[in-house]
T-cell receptor, first 110, second 117 residues
Framework: RKEVEQDPGPFNVPEGATVAFNCTYS??????FFWYRQDCRKEPKLLMS???SGNEDGRFTAQLNRASQYISLLIRDSKLSDSATYLC???????????FGSGTRLSIRP | DTGVSQDPRHKITKRGQNVTFRCDPI?????LYWYRQTLGQGPEFLTY????????KSRLLSDRFSAERPKGSFSTLEIQRTEQGDSAMYLC???????????????FGSGTQLSVL
């Protein structure tokens, strides 16, 4: 079983729609969670960290469910510029490696 | 530009040859990571360093792969006797991580695209 699993998509939604992705992780002891964004042919960049109580950054909301071992990302009022691959990222402890999921592709259509 | 830099950007080699890639992290960053990424997949962890110490190496990595970070600054990744399956984007990332730091932000370089013919 992969350590971090994501639905590869693609998700194809109209501009202005709300879209949500989930990600599951296998290690119940995982401590830190992140969402990265990767544009086509570019390097990944941090979108946001995911905190236990959930957190919001503008149109983006991240949630963590430790009991079910999943993380979610919600994008409201989607823009054309949100088209990208969204990578779920997990870190098991302060001294451990950082593990990426395979990514979920999002395409926003006009 | 004071970001993470990788060299070369592209490398084409014949099967069986050795290749070496270089990564220069952000200067004050103490951790350096190597990942490999193929089309449609997320970055796959290869190895990482804290200063000059290599703390972890992926079990999926064969003995043909070796990485160094001799003075805790730049790093090199060498692949010996390359195979066609080694063709991928090799990404380097660095971070500033303190003891007990969970909120570790990675900064990536633009990667080295390797093609093995």
């Amino acid at each position: 079983r992969k350590e971090v699993e994501q639905d590869p998509g693609p998700f194809n939604v109209p501009e202005g729609a709300t879209v949500a992705f989930n990600c599951t992780y296998s290690n119940s002891a995982s401590q830190s969670f992140f969402w990265y964004r990767q544009d086509c042919r570019k390097e990944p960049k941090l979108l946001m960290s995911v905190y236990s109580s959930g957190n919001e950054d503008g149109r983006f909301t991240a949630q963590l469910n430790r009991a079910s071992q999943y993380i979610s990302l919600l994008i409201r009022d989607s823009k054309l510029s949100d088209s990208a691959t969204y990578l779920c990222v997990v870190k098991n402890s302060s001294a451990s490696k950082i593990i990426f999921g395979s990514g979920t592709r999002l395409s926003i259509r006009p | 530009d004071t970001g993470v830099s990788q060299d070369p950007r592209h490398k084409i080699t014949k099967r069986g040859q050795n290749v070496t890639f270089r990564c220069d992290p952000i200067s004050e960053h103490n951790r350096l990571y190597w990942y490999r990424q193929t089309l449609g997949q997320g970055p796959e962890f290869l190895t990482y360093f804290q200063n000059e110490a290599q703390l972890e190496k992926s079990r999926l990595l064969s003995d043909r792969f070796s990485a160094e970070r001799p003075k805790g600054s730049f790093s090199t990744l060498e692949i010996q006797r390359t195979e066609q399956g080694d063709s991928a984007m090799y990404l380097c990332a660095s971070s500033l991580a303190g003891t007990g730091s969970f909120n570790e932000k990675l900064f990536f370089g633009s990667g080295t695209q390797l093609s093995v013919l």
